[in-house]
């Protein structure tokens, strides 16, 4: 058992095992007190022939290696009935857990589940108490579907994200669909999203779950039938709607222009572009790339204005019309919505 417990990262295993005479064997043993001994007997029921063991290390893989030893031990000593199907429910998951670094209160799995208790559990409790309406079915020890009941009140999803170090901003900015769909008042709704390729993997006795799968990737995560991932053309970042930002190297920067391509758009426009001119042609155009993508950079997260600026000639003393509102702005208009012109789809 040692040599699997290093061989799935653990750095030792500890042990304890009970003579046929009553005698505690291994190396934990010389560390215990005879009231400790006389406690393990009693809370572990250990008698002649049993062994237990000790995993120490922190505290969130100290659970996934305990489990590793279960299951092993289970395949050694044939506990593991492989004719059977057994089900396990789990429920009642933590909503919060404090950050391992930072010691912050974050969400523990799913952000958007309904807290149990709704928003008075989040006004009375403390965090690490919050439980949450969130769902796994396991079978075999193998998670097959996991689910939730949504949050689907605005007001306790402010809260909830709130705890866990949001501002109603960046609420608004990083789940912006959520946010303005709970608006409108969502019905209490849940669900659940079953593996069916887990269930498969169990029905046909597979160890790996790739051997279910019609083309799955490699421990690389390389699609092996579609080449993917792969380079792909200027032509097919376009089609995607994908810009790739200038990178600055030593010696110069990637152009996103080639001469190529400026020489196509010169065709299309009948102009004529000297050879002796391309390279500083393509270098400027790409510098007024490189500009634009540096404004839209620095435009990203200013905020919305309603209203028109007014603006003045800067060489001459000319008299600034005042700004307008919006109210000002649609008084003439025929029909309005919300704000704006409302022009009908003809027929």
Known sequence: MLCFAESIGMKGLGYIKVAENGDYQGPINKYLSEGKRAEGKRDASLVPGTVVFFI??????????????????????????KDRF?????????????????????????????????????????????????????????ELSSGAVRNHRIDIMKKAFEIAGYTEDELKTKFTSLYHAFQYGAPPHAGMAPGV??????????????????FPMNSNAQDVMMGSPNEVTEQQLREAHIKLRKSFQAGGYTPM??????????????????????????KDMNEIIGFADTISAASAGAEEFDGVNGLSNVFREDEVVPSYDRAELLQNARESENGCFLVRRRG
Do not use: W
């Open 257 to 282: 222009v080639t001469h190529e391509e400026i020489l196509k758009i010169a065709n299309l426009a009948k102009l004529s572009v000297p050879p002796e001119e391309l390279d500083g042609l393509t």
């Open 56 to 81: 120490a290390d922190e505290a969130d893989a100290a659970p996934k290696l305990a489990g590793q030893i279960r299951t092993e031990l289970g395949e050694r000593l044939g506990l593991i009935d």
């Open 197 to 214: 390729d887990r269930m498969l993997m169990l029905l046909t006795d597979q160890e790996n779950i790739r051997e279910v799968i019609a």
């Open 86 to 142: 057994e089900f396990c429910f789990i429920v009642d998951f933590p909503m919060f857990e404090p950050d391992e670094e930072t010691g912050a209160t974050v969400f523990t799995h799913n952000p958007f589940s309904m807290p149990q208790g709704g928003m008075e559990a989040l006004l009375t409790k403390d965090p690490s108490d919050v439980l949450a309406y969130q769902y796994d079915i396991v079978c075999n020890g193998i």
